[in-house]
């Protein structure tokens, strides 16, 4: 019996060693610093490290989330790490308030913080990784809360043995194996109450859907696990195959994302690529099927993410960092030379001759420089903003000379307005304003050239 005991421990204990071997999890000997809540799972993984030869140091952190409960895991790991005679860090957390101040749920909060502060200890100590206690089971009840949530693909794929400097040395055991494990070797830990309560998603799926889908099939832990092993590796090859789409229709210009509106259509399934592209910039499911609604709609259509717009173009989407427009108004001074500031500009004052050339160049420009009103000002056009084109006795909208002029959406954010007491001297690069045209009786020509 005792070596039937014997050979269930070592079973285990060699199923963790070569599973942190295989997916080079870590190094031998290493620090580590290991979470341990003083639940069964984290319990187990700290004595199986310490079997294994690495240098651990125990990180706790109190959530003061089940009052009690919450100060008497504290003490029970404290004890435990002195037990080992290893290290001990703790730190204490306002769960509640942090979750009320960012707006987000109470597990995420935790997660949040606790992450956070095992980054900064690791730091502190010189740990180059950090172990958590996810098992198996976990990664399951990971798939069906994504499942649920709809992520795609990726969701449906677990949880990863490591990301980062996070690993997870005991993904390749079941729960039962670990609290097995622990009976067998004695290990005292504490009861988290509230696993036993349905008011958390996981706990929902882990205490009422599990057990549904084991009455079908009494081994459908191992069968979801080896379900989300698959689909990692066809994770890996849907991966590439997408990267090598995105070669093709994505590029990069002046810090913006432009997707190429007739390559994309020409993929198997547009709304899939596209939201394999924007996800990356936080736009959702519904978002992207709007988005792939209007591929054939006329250009001006505008979407947006927590983070970035999307502006749709004739032919190209085009993805920008949402960042607050810059209203700010320069201003500049008479005799003034040259200006980088908002944009790049040389000023050069001549007298009007009878063999004066006018330019004909949109980035040289002449004007009247009796007309003007000092200091002049430099800034992005507005919406209702109006000008006399060169040429023309009539004002005309702004919005609406860009429109004739075939202008996208992200040249028309770039446009910059040279003024004069409020009047559109000059849309730099583009025309002057009728008002401050060269005539038979100007005297003095301010010459204006815009380098790119």
């Not at 009690?68 to 001990?88: I, P, Q």
């Not at 707006?103 to 606790?114: C, D, Q, T, V």
């Not at 001006?300 to 927590?306: D, E, M, Q, T, Y």
Request: aromatic share 8%.
């Amino acid at each position: 019996m005792l070596i039937q005991i014997y050979a269930k421990t070592m079973e285990t204990l060699k199923k963790v060693q070569e599973f942190i071997q295989t997916n080079e999890l870590l190094q031998p000997g290493e620090r580590i610093l290991v979470g341990v809540s003083g639940g069964v799972d984290s319990v187990v993984l700290l004595n199986i490290l310490l079997k294994s030869g690495y240098e651990c140091i125990v990180a706790h952190c109190n959530f003061h989330l089940r009052g009690s409960e919450s100060d008497r895991d504290e003490k029970f790991v404290e004890k435990l790490a002195k037990e080992y005679g290893v290290m001990f860090k703790k730190t204490d957390f306002n769960t509640t308030g942090y979750a009320r101040k960012n707006k987000i749920s109470i597990e995420m909060a935790a997660r949040e913080l606790r992450y956070e502060w095992f980054n900064r200890v690791a730091k502190e100590i010189h740990s180059g990784s950090i172990a958590v206690a996810h098992h198996a089971d976990d990664s399951i009840e990971t798939f069906f809360l994504n499942l649920v949530r709809g992520t795609g693909l990726k969701g449906l794929t677990g949880i990863d043995a490591k990301n980062g400097n996070i690993v997870r040395p005991l993904l390749t055991c079941t729960r039962q194996e670990i609290e097995k494990y622990a009976k067998i070797n004695n290990l005292q830990y504490v009861f988290d109450s509230t696993n036993a309560s349905n008011d958390y998603s996981r706990n929902k799926i882990r205490n009422q859907v599990i057990p549904i889908l084991s009455d079908i099939n009494p081994s459908v832990n191992q069968t979801f696990f080896e379900n989300t092993l698959r689909l990692r590796g066809i994770w890996k090859i849907y991966t590439e195959k997408i990267q090598d789409i995105k070669e093709k229709i994505v590029t990069e210009s002046k810090g913006n994302t432009i997707i190429n509106i007739p390559e994309l259509k020409k993929q198997a399934d547009i709304q899939t690529v596209l939201y394999e592209i924007l996800s990356t910039y936080n736009f959702n499911n519904d978002t992207v099927v709007d988005i792939t609604q209007s591929l054939d709609n006329n250009s001006g259509l505008r979407f947006a993410s927590p983070t970035h717009r999307l502006l749709k173009d004739r032919n190209a989407l085009i993805i920008q960092r949402m960042e607050p427009r810059n209203e700010t108004e320069y201003l500049v001074s008479k005799n003034i030379r040259e200006i980088t500031v908002p944009v790049h500009l040389h000023f050069r004052w001549i007298k009007n001759t009878p063999d004066f050339q006018i330019s004909r160049t949109a980035d040289t420009v002449h004007i009247d420089a009796d007309l003007l009103e000092y200091p002049l000002t430099i800034r992005k056009w507005r919406k209702g903003d109006t000008f006399q084109p060169f040429g023309m006795t009539q004002s005309k909208k702004l919005s609406d000379f860009f429109i004739n002029s075939k202008l996208s959406l992200y040249q028309k954010e770039e446009i910059q307005l040279l003024l004069s007491a409020e009047k559109i001297v000059w849309v730099i690069g583009m025309r002057i304003d009728n008002r401050f045209r060269i005539t038979d009786e100007t005297q003095n020509i301010l010459e204006i050239s815009y380098e790119k």
